[in-house]
């Protein structure tokens, strides 16, 4: 019974966030076919709040792999919900930097990488996997996921100069003798911490693709 309950929360999960993101690529494809380049100053504000919400709710697969629900790495997974939750925040409070063409390009890559992942993950728990997706998963993943960590890196210092002109994002920390913090040197210092994080996770990725497709192979061998 236990498992069963497990199943159907890693099931409703898996078919939660894969709704949520088909509403918000479906929702920016529909603006974008009806209103041209002008959609793409208001993608914040017409799919914000739904991107939000999944990308809050995707802190939960860490839980799921930790406690081995999902048969995933962790250390990759890690990477991705971070720095898309701290790059998330920070679009939330620069309002300046939300009708930046860039957001829309992030939310888009972004959605494509859930809708990779999210159809195959659904087919593994109810035990029908299939290698289409599977290889999409993990072959097409790749080089998306190269490319909206660069779109990450354009959307930070695309927003510096907003924070740079705002002179609120700096502070003094209250402890004696403590140092300033000037939030665009932190950010910046941040982009080859963001590059190297994710090279490693392409690392790690590149070791899950070898193994699931070997273990694909055999499968099909022993048949």
Known sequence: MRLSIR????????????????????????????????????TFYSVG????LCQLLSILELF????????????????????????????VILEDIQ???????????????????????LLCVLDTPSFDLLWSRYTLWIPIYGLSVATEGITIYQALPYIESTGSYSFQLTAPGSAHIHLPSVLLAYLPVLAVG???????????????????NKKLKRK
């Open 7 to 42: 199943l159907a929360y890693i099931f409703t999960y898996n078919l939660f966030q894969f709704c949520g993101h088909t509403w918000i690529l479906a929702n920016m494809m529909a603006r974008f076919l009806t209103f041209g380049r002008d959609a793409l100053a208001d």
């Open 64 to 91: 799921h792999i930790a406690d081995g629900i999902e048969k995933a790495r962790l250390l990759p997974r890690l990477i991705q919900v971070m720095e898309r939750n701290l790059l998330l925040v920070m679009v």
């Open 99 to 121: 009708s930046k063409p860039v957001v829309c390009v992030l939310f888009f890559l972004w959605n494509i990488l859930d809708l990779l992942r999210y159809p195959h993950e």
């Open 49 to 52: 709040v739904v991107m939000a």
């Open 198 to 216: 994710a090279s490693v996770t392409v690392w790690q990725l590149l070791k899950e693709r070898k193994q699931h497709l070997e273990k694909w």
